[in-house]
């Protein structure tokens, strides 16, 4: 008995979960409408259980019904957030409860300001990046993701498996929903400070991919506060709401598992409804903006390859194209003939401040846009909720019969929810007082997948030849099959797309900010497979170029030699030689020593070359060749023993570990083939020689201009 009620005591009682959180239900609440069919007494008895929090205007697509209900139970789940294994199991609950405190704070700041009719409402720097992270919270806590992390089969399935899996055993989670909770307390403990130092914590601390799709959400779009221009006009409130964004997603047939997986998406709109006639949309920095951002000669480019990573680059644009939005003003710049001059508040320390946040009005036509947005994935959770009964009946016909045609495609297809979901609508349309027909058209294969089906086929007539070529050979050498072959170019795809939302977010931090962000990322990257990292090495090598994955560069000269080198620098040699090349070939005077000048652009260019030469790559004593490691640690010692350094014809050119490292690389390539004869065969080890001393450890300072291809064999 005693260890019964021991147990007992141990477990604690379960609790209802938000996804979205109370003080956004509240500004959806409605009058208290008793069911149908009670008595005076159960009518009054029913208004004073639900009084405390009220009640909402509910379609509950699960049983088809207009319903209202509590707000202390809808939208969310049961013990959501608990973690069994915790000594706090409700410890992300609590810190979800301090996070919405304080977003409560200040949404119910810009409500005011909103509801009193002002224009506009100033944030500090302080509240405006809590502001960012609570929307981003909203959408990594919604209950899709609690189902992407603890799925009902037990097994992990996202695109991004065998990357979850790898982190979960390195870094020692049992389940996919431990990284999920994790990740969790890394985004909300994270302090956003002006300096961003909360960029490197939060990549330290959680799951490589969520790590930068939270640092993209955060930096790859600005904030613009939306109203409905018309009173009577509102905008819903989904299950999925925080979760939905507008823009392009593309799928392509994976052979290994037999399934449509996606091939590429663009986030151009998020959304966060805050109250029935208040929005917040997150827009993409890929868009265009004003003038004054120059955005047509940083971005233009990143726009159109982002486009060209889809099915059909041409209809890969924004139906929101044309939102009258704007980025905030700020307190320390002010506009002035189409320029950014500073002001006096230029000079006070970043945390100090603030940003002017515009209330725009937005048309019917673009709430429409929006609502339809909503409505076309809403169908994944069974719960919308709205304020308005004639406002909700006319945005869900509006939805049947005007929607845009790029947002749905119904098949008929056995089971095609979308398509039961179109009737389910219309059914909800009678309960609130219409009536309207579905004019969605049904076709026997959605257009996306005919376009999926023409790529594919495309993709796999040209890589899989029935005899291998160098391209298929180097791609099995780093791991690869022809089976997994589709899928490494569509991942390759997705990390050239990480590449691109980063270079975005960067735009307007500082060089030094942009490199340490740009190191990160570097380090991110070089975790992945190898045969991706090859694959996305040619793909941005190639940007603006030709876009022929089988186009050689360094990154098959390191495939070719792949045996001989540690797994764990594989990788980051492949990476260094690749980005080596392509600065050498966008820079082609750099390293031509007889050819700098000695005023401030001299000294910069020579600063240049040092880090490129030196610490860049690094040291050869760890160029991943054990062979040659071993022979450079002995040349090393040897140099140090007879004093190389101080034989230097520029001594104050160089520091002593920078003259070693020269003559050491100078000896290594006296010896490279000798020590490596037989590992490879003679062009593969010509090719990989020319490689390690032009373009990674060159043992002079300075280049020939015909050092840029160590592809060219003998």
């Given at each position: 008995m005693s260890s019964t009620l021991s147990a007992r005591a141990e477990s604690p009682r379960p609790q209802y979960h938000h996804f979205i959180s109370r003080f956004i239900l509240r500004n959806y609440a409605g009058p208290m409408q008793p069911p149908p069919g009670l008595n005076k007494k159960k009518q009054k008895r029913w208004v004073q259980t639900h009084s405390k929090d009220g009640v909402l205007n509910v379609i509950d697509l699960e049983n088809v019904k207009v319903i209202q209900s509590p707000l202390s139970s809808t939208l969310g789940l049961l013990d959501m957030y608990r973690d069994v294994k915790s000594s706090d199991q409700y410890d992300v609950e609590k810190k979800l409860s301090v996070?919405?405190?304080?977003?409560?704070?200040?949404?119910?700041?810009?409500?005011?300001?909103f509801d009193s009719g002002l224009p506009d409402v100033w944030l500090p720097r302080a509240k405006r990046d809590i502001l960012r992270k609570f929307l981003f919270i909203m959408k990594y806590r919604s209950q899709g993701f609690h189902q992407r992390f603890n799925p009902e089969t037990g097994d992990y399935i996202a695109d991004d498996k065998e990357e979850m899996l790898t982190y979960m055993k390195v870094k020692g989670f049992a389940k996919p929903i431990d990284v999920w909770l994790n990740n969790l307390r890394t985004f909300i403990d994270v302090k956003m400070d002006a300096e961003q130092q909360w960029i490197e914590t939060v990549v330290d601390n959680a799951y490589p991919g969520d790590a930068m799709w939270f640092f993209a959400h955060i930096q790859a779009a600005y904030l613009a506060f939306c109203q409905t221009s018309n009173l009577n006009d509102e905008f819903l409130l989904t299950g999925n709401a925080y979760a939905i964004f507008e823009g392009p997603h593309s799928k392509v047939f994976d052979s290994t598992t037999q399934e449509m997986v996606t091939r590429a998406y663009t986030e151009y709109h998020c959304f966060a409804p805050i109250s029935p006639r208040l929005m917040i949309v997150l827009r993409s920095n890929l868009l265009p903006q004003e003038k004054i951002y120059d955005h047509e000669d940083s971005c233009k480019e990143l726009l159109q390859y982002t486009k060209s990573l889809h099915n059909d680059p041409a209809s890969a644009d924004s139906i929101l194209l044309d939102l009258p939005v704007e980025k905030c003003r700020n307190s320390y710049s002010i506009i002035q003939n189409g320029t950014v001059v500073p002001t006096a508040d230029s000079s006070l320390p970043p945390s100090q401040h603030k940003f002017l946040f515009r209330f725009f009005p937005v048309e019917a036509k673009h709430v429409k846009m929006i609502n339809d947005i909503m409505l076309n994935e809403a169908f994944r959770l069974p719960t919308i909720v709205f304020k308005s009964k004639l406002a909700a009946r006319l945005t869900i016909e509006g939805y049947l019969t005007e929607a845009d045609p790029k947002l749905m495609a119904v098949t008929d297809f056995p089971g095609d929810k979308r398509r039961k979901y179109l009737a389910d609508l219309e059914s909800i349309v009678r309960q609130l007082g219409g009536s309207v027909k579905n004019k969605h058209s049904v076709r026997l294969v959605p257009e996306d997948e005919e376009g999926d089906f023409r790529a594919w086929g495309e993709s796999f007539r040209k890589v899989m030849p029935a005899v291998d070529t160098p391209f298929t050979a180097l791609h099995k050498r780093l791991g690869g099959s022809p089976e997994s072959l589709p899928k490494d170019m569509d991942q390759a795809k997705k990390m050239m797309n990480l590449v691109i939302k980063v270079d975005v977010c960067i735009q307007?931090?500082?060089?030094?900010?942009?490199?340490?962000?740009?190191?990160?990322?570097?380090?991110?990257?070089?975790?992945?497979?190898?045969?991706?990292v090859w694959l996305f090495l040619k793909q941005i090598r190639n940007m603006g170029r030709s876009h022929n994955p089988e186009m050689d560069g360094p990154e098959d000269v390191i495939a070719a030699a792949a045996q001989l080198f540690k797994p764990s620098t594989l990788t980051r040699i492949m990476y260094h030689a690749s980005r080596t090349q392509d600065i050498l070939f966008r820079n082609p005077d750099m390293g031509l020593v007889n050819e700098l000048t000695l005023d401030d652009e001299g000294h910069r260019r020579l600063s240049q070359e040092m880090h490129l030469v030196f610490q860049r790559i690094g040291s050869i004593r760890d160029c991943g060749i054990e062979k040659i490691e071993e022979l450079s640690k002995l040349l090393y010692d040897q140099a140090k023993q007879v004093n190389v350094h101080k034989q230097s014809k520029l001594p104050g050119l160089f520091t002593e570990d920078q003259l070693l490292e020269l003559a050491v690389r100078n000896g290594?390539?006296?010896?490279?083939?000798?020590?490596?004869?037989?590992?490879?065969?003679?062009?593969?080890?010509?090719?990989?020689?020319?490689?390690?001393?032009?373009?990674?450890?060159?043992?002079?300072?300075?280049?020939?201009?015909?050092?840029?291809?160590?592809m060219r064999a003998r």
């Open positions: 996070l919405e405190g304080q977003a409560g704070i200040i949404i119910s700041e810009i409500k005011k300001a307007r931090l500082s060089a030094n900010e942009k490199d340490q962000v740009r190191l990160n990322r570097q380090e991110l990257l070089i975790t992945l497979p190898p045969r991706r290594v390539r006296e010896l490279f083939a000798k020590v490596l004869f037989g590992d490879l065969d003679d062009e593969a080890l010509h090719n990989l020689k020319k490689l390690m001393f032009e373009i990674l450890y060159p043992p002079v300072f300075g280049r020939s201009k015909q050092a840029r291809n160590p």
